[in-house]
T-cell receptor, first 112, second 118 residues
């Protein structure tokens, strides 16, 4: 099985930087995804890491260390609309297929 | 293509009734996933299709749940003899294996069907 751990809730100030951590334990690792989910809506893709290092995309960056089973999502220049749940998902082989397993999500509250 | 669509968006049913949900994936996507999500939790994997073949099914999934993808396009998820614990958001996602060459294979989610069992 897989174990994915991320903080339940974080708060930050508009314009600031926030880092959301995700740790995981799995076998057959094949990539880590970050999704954003606003209340009552479906998750939307933010980033993907399969090799160690940092992937940057605009205000969002994601980092992966496979040896440590660790990833983080970095959000810069926070905006009010960034208030949402951020889901860490690990894809690993299950049977003969690669299946994503999601963490519980981190609820980010951005205040003025 | 406007993305993944799901119908109905909301369903209220009485305990013991059967319900069926439909998912229409992005047209060129050959992979389709069903998830269940409850409040405060991440999506929980239910089952996975590649084309019309159901390749994976969660071991936690009750035999009251069944899914089909008869022509490799749309999919249906049926829950028989619903229970109050089945109340959740049911999400469908699709992806294309062609993206795996680029290592990404992003899943695109539909808006979900919210089920309430009374």
């Amino acid at each position: 099985g897989q174990n994915i751990d991320q903080p339940t809730e974080m708060t930050a100030t508009e314009g600031a930087i926030v880092q959301i951590n995700c740790t995981y334990q799995t076998s057959g690792f094949n990539g880590l995804f970050w999704y954003q989910q606003h209340a009552g809506e479906a998750p939307t893709f933010l980033s993907y890491n399969v090799l160690d290092g940092l992937e940057e995309k605009g205000r969002f960056s994601s980092f992966l260390s496979r040896s440590k089973g660790y990833s983080y999502l970095l959000l810069k220049e926070l905006q009010m609309k960034d208030s949402a749940s951020y889901l860490c998902a690990v894809r690993a082989i299950q049977g003969g297929s690669y299946i994503p397993t999601f963490g519980r999500g981190t609820s980010l509250i951005v205040h003025p | 293509d406007t993305g993944v669509s799901q119908n109905p968006r909301h369903k209220i049913t009485k305990r013991g009734q059967n319900v069926t949900f439909r998912c229409d994936p992005i047209s060129e996507h050959n992979r389709l996933y069903w998830y269940r999500q409850t409040l405060g939790q991440g999506p929980e994997f239910l089952t996975y299709f590649q084309n019309e073949a159901q390749l994976e099914k969660s071991r936690l999934l009750s035999d009251r749940f069944s899914a089909e993808r008869p022509k490799g396009s749309f999919s249906t998820l049926e829950i028989q003899r619903t229970e109050q614990g089945d109340s959740a958001m049911y999400l469908c996602a699709s992806s294309t294996s062609r993206d795996r060459g680029r290592g990404k294979e992003t899943q695109y989610f539909g808006p979900g069907t919210r089920l309430l069992v009374l």
